[in-house]
């Protein structure tokens, strides 16, 4: 069955990188785009970009400065590395599988990994 | 960016009863709008896509309606698992948007 599962540090300190990385099974990279999203405690989700089927990319402008989304399709991961983080940056960060089409909303959601930045 | 406004951000009702949660969208949207419940502790699930359409394995009690820049997620006979917050989400333009969430509780 499909399922995704995200990976990475708990805490990280203030202007340091978040490295995360989404391990996928049951479906292929290279046929379903893959998002990361997060949530703040008590907040809307925020989309944050997109892996592309296709190994392309989208970002959401707010972070693009920041923001990069890489993958590995042998071992079935996508990456996510931001930098300059800051106490705002803290919430859950969920990867997702896009439903399938070009316009898609997110069919499965990994469990999450809750992200603390503080020193 | 579109804005997802989402009302009410708060909502108790009894069993049995049904709910009306609306979305608007800050331009037309095409449909292009999902609903997702989120229990407490965890992840998002999609309970509805394309403004009208029940993911698999949704109950029939979940009906999602609209079009351009309004949207609605209509519950039927209220049961005590519908304890969650909802969101709408646009995903018809970069960056997708999300709603901020009504919180759904049992009176």
């Known amino acids: 069955q499909v399922q995704l599962k995200e990976s990475g540090p708990g805490l990280v300190q203030p202007s340091e990188t978040l490295s995360l990385t989404c391990t996928v099974s049951g479906f292929s990279l290279t046929s379903y785009s893959v998002s990361w999203v997060r949530q703040p405690s008590g907040k809307g989700p925020e989309w944050m970009g997109r892996?592309?089927?296709?190994?392309?990319?989208a970002y959401n402008s707010a972070l693009k400065s920041r923001l990069s989304i890489s993958r590995d399709t042998s071992k079935n991961q996508v990456f996510l590395k931001m930098n300059s983080l800051q106490t705002d940056d803290t919430g859950t960060y969920y990867c997702?599988?896009?439903?399938?089409?070009?316009?898609?909303?997110?069919?499965?959601w990994g469990q999450g990994v809750m992200v603390t930045v503080s020193s | 960016d579109i804005q997802m406004t989402q009302s009410p951000a708060s909502l108790s009702a009894s069993l049995g009863e049904t709910v009306t949660i609306e979305c608007r969208a800050s331009e037309d949207i095409y449909s292009n709008l999902a609903w997702y419940q989120q229990k407490p502790g965890n992840s998002p699930q999609l309970l509805i896509y394309?403004?009208?359409s029940l993911a698999d394995g949704v109950p029939s009690r979940f009906s999602g309606s609209g079009s351009g820049t309004q949207y609605s997620l209509k519950i039927n006979s209220l049961q005590s698992e519908d304890v969650a917050s909802y969101f709408c989400?646009?995903?018809?333009?970069?960056?997708?948007?999300f709603g901020s969430g009504t919180k759904l509780e049992i009176k």
């Open positions: 989400q646009q995903y018809n333009n970069y960056p997708f948007t």
């Open positions: 394309d403004a009208n």
């Open positions: 892996m592309w089927y296709d190994g392309d990319t």
């Open positions: 997702t599988r896009d439903r399938g089409d070009i316009l898609s909303p997110f069919d499965y």
